[in-house]
């Protein structure tokens, strides 16, 4: 029986979700952030699945560090999800917490084993992915250029500007691989706004990959399935259109991720000053993603 739930109470969304993944193997990974082990003791550390749930809680309900630390001693659906812990993290544990795995980039290791337990579940890529990128907006304050190391406002260090269409965005953006059948979040890199799209390319050798035009030109790893554009050399042909439109309808599903991400938890805009800490809070958002993708999937019995 779960903690904190009787045997006549239906567990919740949460709970169904956090018995999805071993947490054992990530708890392992965060462990190697702390260094004060010694038998000399010290100040103790924190339970490191205790704060990565809690990061995970953030970017389902789009709280900042002082709400969710107000929320998670109020709403007891978020106690059961964290194993009623005694006592609470404050805001500045969960900030200092998120500042260690940015600084020891451990956001690579956790996605990895993330990726590793979705292929042991019989959800390896089958038929293809999907490779699509979008925009997260940072604060640019009042000026046009981002700030540098030494500025004491709260603006976005290392975010730059771009154009697309008509409007302008300054921030960053989140570059992902959704894989077709089971439209889980299979690879991600956060880079700077300004970086084109066709830079960066996440598919693998023999992998179907689906891009949409803004990437014709550049070659693909994988088997590349990309929407053909018109060029001043060359016209876009009745095949051509045809091929573009069936790509456009098998690359669909591959928006979801993005409008989840943006529209339910509310994570297309970051206040983080830093592409390393952005990058903490993207694979953050990405993992949640999956987690409820995962209790989806359950819940259809396909897993």
Known sequence: MLRGISAKQKPSRLLKISIL???????????????????????PNCDVILMFKILILQQWHGL???????????????MAFLGFPDPFPDSRTIWLFKERMAKTKKDVAIW?????????????????????ATFIEADQGQFKKPRGNDAKIRRSRDGTIAKK???????????????????LIRE???????????QVDLSEADEVVLRY???????AKGIDFTMKRRTVEKTLGDLDKERNHLISILRSPGDRPHAVIKRVFGAGRVLVTTVQRVKVKMMVTSFAFNLYQLCTLKNAKVI
């Open 64 to 78: 900042s560090d002082l709400e969710v630390e107000r929320q998670m001693a109020d709403r007891i659906s978020f």
């Open 21 to 43: 993944i071993d947490w054992v193997p990530i708890s392992r990974e965060l462990d190697e952030m702390y260094d004060n082990k010694s038998e000399k003791g010290g100040r």
């Open 165 to 183: 269409g008509n409007k302008f965005h300054f921030g960053y953006k989140l570059h992902q691989k959704t894989d077709i059948d089971y439209c």
């Open 112 to 132: 990895a084993e993330l990726q590793r337990q979705l292929d042991s579940m019989g959800l390896q890529v089958k038929r293809g992915t999907i490779q699509d």
């Open 188 to 198: 991600i890199e956060t880079t700077t706004a300004s970086l084109h799209d066709s």
């Open 213 to 219: 035009r803004g990437y014709f030109g550049a070659q």
